[in-house]
C-alpha cells in the first residue's frame, strides 16, 4: 500500500511551497527545460525523442496494413507498448518496471483513442478488408518524474512525424 510522509517529509514539503522552492531549485511554476528531436529511428514510420529536465523517453510508430477487427469493420487500429528500462531506474528493476510499463500504456491508450487523440476511423482503407494498424512503441531511457508527459509528448511528436 501508500507508505506516508514522515514528519521531516513533510516539513520540507511545506517549507518547499512556502518558500517557493523546489528541491532541484526550480521555482514551484517553472518547468523543467524541454527537448524534443524528431524522426531519430530511420526504420520506423515516425519517432522522437523528449527530454524532460532528467526524464529521457523515446518513442516510434510503425504502421503496418491489416484487417480490422469485425466488431469495428469500419476502423484502424492503435497499439501501445511502452518499456520502463531497467536501467533508467532502480524501481523499474524487476516487477516494477513490468507494473508501470502496464499502467503507463494503459493511461496512454486511453488518453489517444479518447475525444481529441486518434481518430481510428480515419485508419479504415477499405471498409471490412483493410485498415492502418499503427504501433506505438516507448522507451524511458531515464526516469525523473513526468513520465506521462514525456510519454505523451513523445508520442505526439512520433505521429506527427508519420509518414506512410
Same mark, same amino acid.
Given at each position: 500500500?501508500?507508505?506516508?510522509? =514522515?514528519?521531516? #517529509?513533510?516539513?520540507?514539503?511545506?517549507?518547499? !511551497?512556502? #518558500?517557493?522552492?523546489?528541491?532541484?531549485?526550480?521555482? %514551484?511554476?517553472?518547468?523543467?527545460?524541454?527537448?524534443?528531436? @524528431? *524522426?531519430?529511428? &530511420?526504420?520506423?514510420?515516425? /519517432?522522437? %525523442?523528449?527530454?524532460?529536465?532528467? @526524464?529521457?523517453?523515446?518513442?516510434?510508430?510503425?504502421?503496418?496494413?491489416?484487417?480490422?477487427?469485425?466488431?469495428?469493420?469500419?476502423?484502424?487500429? &492503435?497499439? !501501445?507498448?511502452?518499456?520502463?528500462?531497467?536501467?533508467?531506474?532502480?524501481?523499474?528493476? *524487476?516487477?516494477?518496471? #513490468?507494473?508501470?510499463?502496464?499502467?503507463?500504456?494503459?493511461?496512454?491508450?486511453?488518453? +489517444?483513442?479518447?475525444?481529441?487523440?486518434?481518430?481510428? /476511423?480515419?485508419? /479504415?482503407? &477499405? #471498409?471490412?478488408?483493410?485498415?492502418?494498424?499503427?504501433?506505438?512503441?516507448? +522507451?524511458?531511457? /531515464?526516469?525523473?518524474?513526468? +513520465?506521462?508527459?514525456?510519454?505523451?509528448?513523445? !508520442?505526439?511528436?512520433?505521429? =506527427?512525424? @508519420?509518414? !506512410?
Amino acid at each position: 500500500g501508500m507508505v506516508g510522509l =514522515s514528519v521531516g #517529509e513533510k516539513h520540507f514539503i511545506q517549507r518547499g !511551497i512556502a #518558500e517557493d522552492l523546489r528541491s532541484d531549485g526550480r521555482k %514551484r511554476l517553472t518547468y523543467r527545460p524541454i527537448y524534443v528531436e @524528431t *524522426g531519430i529511428i &530511420v526504420q520506423a514510420n515516425g /519517432s522522437a %525523442r523528449v527530454k524532460m529536465g532528467a @526524464t529521457d523517453v523515446i518513442a516510434s510508430v510503425k504502421a503496418e496494413l491489416g484487417k480490422p477487427s469485425p466488431s469495428q469493420p469500419d476502423k484502424g487500429k &492503435v497499439a !501501445i507498448y511502452i518499456d520502463c528500462s531497467p536501467t533508467a531506474a532502480p524501481m523499474f528493476e *524487476g516487477r516494477g518496471g #513490468e507494473e508501470l510499463s502496464k499502467e503507463l500504456s494503459a493511461a496512454l491508450q486511453r488518453c +489517444l483513442l479518447s475525444g481529441a487523440g486518434i481518430d481510428l /476511423s480515419s485508419l /479504415s482503407i &477499405v #471498409e471490412g478488408k483493410v485498415c492502418w494498424g499503427l504501433y506505438i512503441d516507448g +522507451l524511458v531511457v /531515464s526516469s525523473d518524474g513526468n +513520465l506521462l508527459d514525456a510519454l505523451g509528448a513523445a !508520442i505526439k511528436a512520433a505521429l =506527427s512525424n @508519420t509518414g !506512410i
